[in-house]
């Protein structure tokens, strides 16, 4: 009888312990590699910026661009479609592309279609709102040179719950003028994730 | 003898506390039928929201999620209806795997007790009806996301019940073979039709070609799915095709699941499997070392096809100008039945090992009741609590999400470009009564983008 108690107390003492709150937070570095559910991540966002960069500004065209013009080309990031089988935040990716560019000096940037029309709203409310001086003129706006597109895919295997993903992020870079495609970059990555589950 | 009464009525009480996990729940869905005839979705939405934690545990919170998530579309605020959905999609993930971790050791449970991971039909139409709630917001790269998965999802269906079969394998209870059923739905039209429609609008008729004619290939090589004739969807690259207003229905109610009772019968060293409705022939199966004249019971799960009140829906557009009845693309009940094959034989052989071993334990601690309590009074209720517990913990797991449509219609009428007023009206069978009728003032339909009205009728 008495075993027959401990026994019972000991299984309501686990599975009481089992129920208990057990989310612990913890701060890390933002450029600490988190691989949490096999999904497209933030640091994928950034391995993937990073290669494509480096891959753009080891070719040649930059400069002799700049060599031939005297100046940096002038970049407008157009669309990077998401042709997975997740949602990616393809504008935290083109974002980390543009800063990546900009920060090399290689080249500059044109503001985005989305960006541009708070601009052009601002400047046009100058024209009656500021001062002579200050306000800033119109259709003073610098054309860009190319376009950065492209596009995410995946591909996904699975056997015996182990799923190997695999995302190519394909860029290129068009000359507006005459559509010419300057640069082409690919990336890829592959991740396997296993479904081995918890261990209770 | 004190212990043995303690330790059965112990026993007995555990499995009895613990029906409330081994059953499954329907207090949620009280005066449902009430509720849909009244179109009364805010308070169904309060009705099962209240339940959370409660008919609702943590076992079956994808459930919850996929009941939310298929009312708040029919409330229209596809924007929750996503949140839910895709809470319930990353549940049945989660939970999916934790079952495989918990494999060998989950055979002898009451799939009842443990977290519902999900039929296949609704993990695919999951993404279908988030497809579907993006289209209405005109969010085509996400509406293409969620078509990708269902296409993933349907490419691996099999292997998913493969893995599990692995894991009960492990058991040492293990008697029987495991075996998983074959896969013949590997192309859903509605997902085709879907993604055609997001490539039209996005004004690329070649992709939109290529989902055509997948739409032809899923009525030809899968008829024991696709019964009906294929409705009438007009070639992306046929010419003049012009502006295009698109209709979709979701009628009837959700497939769902019910319990066939079986029994078994034991000979020496071999088992009988009676279904009590004598669906199935009776089966008798090798099961060495176990004795004769032992008596068990169980229930099995089986989805059917619900029958819907509706014989047809029809467009009345402009006040009459033109009435085009919409045709079935996808039977999603037919979807369901075929897909829950896979893993019926995975759900039978465990079903049957679990009752044998827990029938045997039963027998054999009623034989120590019999030799250890003197008092028949107390061995009676000892055995009768044995038997209660062991029942109590036998019945068939059915859960299932109660809101998805079973069918889903669709039309695609060519109109001038403009606003047109259309109305949607779903008759019954016998074609005399409207029994819903719904009406869009102004609908806009233009040649680029894409014009959808949809509304549903699943009581």
């Keep these: ?200 | 003898m004190k212990r043995v009464c303690f330790a059965v009525l112990f026993l007995a009480t555990l499995l009895i506390m613990g029906c409330g996990s081994m059953a499954t729940q329907t207090k949620q869905y009280k005066d449902l039928d009430v509720f849909l005839a009244n179109r009364n979705i805010d308070g169904l939405i309060t009705q099962i929201e209240a339940q959370k934690g409660k008919a609702y545990k943590e076992k079956d919170m994808v459930l919850y999620n996929l009941d939310l998530g298929m009312l708040y579309r029919y409330k229209g605020d596809y924007v929750k209806s996503t949140a839910h959905l895709d809470e319930a999609e990353r549940l049945m993930e989660e939970f999916y795997t934790k079952s495989l971790s918990k494999g060998a050791a989950s055979l002898l449970l009451n799939d009842n007790a443990l977290d519902y991971f999900g039929e296949d039909y609704e993990d695919i139409y999951t993404n279908v009806f988030k497809a579907m709630n993006y289209l209405q917001r005109t969010s085509l790269d996400s509406a293409f996301v969620e078509l990708r998965r269902v296409n993933d999802k349907l490419s691996f269906l099999e292997d998913k019940h493969q893995k599990i079969k692995q894991e009960y394998s492990k058991s040492d209870d293990k008697k029987l073979e495991f075996e998983v059923g074959s896969n013949q739905f590997s192309n859903s039209a509605l997902g085709r039709y879907l993604s055609m429609l997001a490539y039209k609008a996005e004004g690329k008729p070649y992709d939109a070609n290529v989902d055509y004619k997948k739409i032809e290939e899923a009525y030809k090589i899968q008829p024991e799915i696709y019964k009906n004739k294929m409705p009438e969807i007009r070639d992306p690259l046929q010419k003049d095709l012009g502006p295009t207003l698109n209709v979709v229905a979701l009628v009837g109610k959700s497939p769902q699941k019910k319990a066939r009772q079986v029994h078994i019968k034991t000979l020496a060293n071999q088992i009988v499997i009676v279904y009590v409705d004598k669906s199935v022939e009776d089966r008798t199966i090798s099961w060495p070392g176990i004795n004769p004249n032992l008596y068990f019971k169980f229930a099995l799960p089986y989805i059917v096809n619900e029958e819907s009140p509706v014989g047809k829906v029809r467009a009345i557009i402009d006040d009459g100008a033109q009435t085009v009845e919409l045709n079935k693309i996808e039977d999603i009940g037919d979807v369901a039945v075929h897909t829950f094959k896979i893993k019926e034989p995975l759900i039978y052989t465990k079903s049957i090992t679990r009752s044998v071993v827990k029938g045997v334990a039963a027998a054999i601690a009623k034989q120590k009741v019999d030799d250890e309590v003197s008092n028949p009074i107390a061995a009676a209720a000892a055995k009768i609590a044995i038997d209660a517990g062991v029942a109590a913990t036998e019945n068939a797991d059915l859960r299932t999400s109660r809101f998805f449509p079973n069918d889903v219609l669709v039309a695609e009428i060519p109109l001038p470009e403009g606003d047109h007023k259309v109305k949607l009206e779903f008759v019954s069978k016998d074609g005399v009564t409207t029994l819903y009728s719904e009406e869009y003032p102004a609908v806009k339909v233009t040649p680029k983008n894409l014009s959808l009205v949809e509304s549903w009728y699943i009581q």
């Design chain 1, 1 to 200: 009888m008495k075993k027959l108690f401990i026994i019972l107390s000991l299984v309501l003492l686990l599975a009481l312990t089992a129920c208990g709150p057990n989310r612990n937070v913890q701060r890390v570095s933002t450029d600490q590699t988190t691989d949490l559910s096999g999904r497209w991540n933030d640091t994928d966002s950034r391995l993937v910026a990073e290669e494509m960069v480096r891959d753009l500004l080891t070719r040649p065209f930059v400069g002799n661009f700049t060599s031939k013009n005297g100046r940096p080309p002038y970049v407008i990031v157009g669309t990077v479609k998401n042709l997975s089988s997740e949602h990616i935040a393809t504008d935290v990716f083109v974002k980390d592309i543009e800063r990546e560019l900009l920060n090399s000096g290689t080249v500059r940037f044109v503001a985005s279609r989305s960006d541009r029309d708070d601009i052009r709203d601002e400047r046009l409310d100058q024209q009656s709102q500021a001062t002579e001086e200050s306000a800033k003129r119109l259709a003073a706006e610098v054309g860009a040179d190319y376009m950065l597109q492209g596009s995410i895919k995946t591909i996904i295997d699975r056997v015996e719950g182990v799923q190997a993903k695999f995302y190519q992020v394909d860029m290129q870079l068009i000359n507006i003028e005459n559509n010419l495609t300057e640069w082409m970059g690919n990336k890829s990555i592959k991740k396997v994730v296993s479904q081995r589950g918890y261990k209770l």
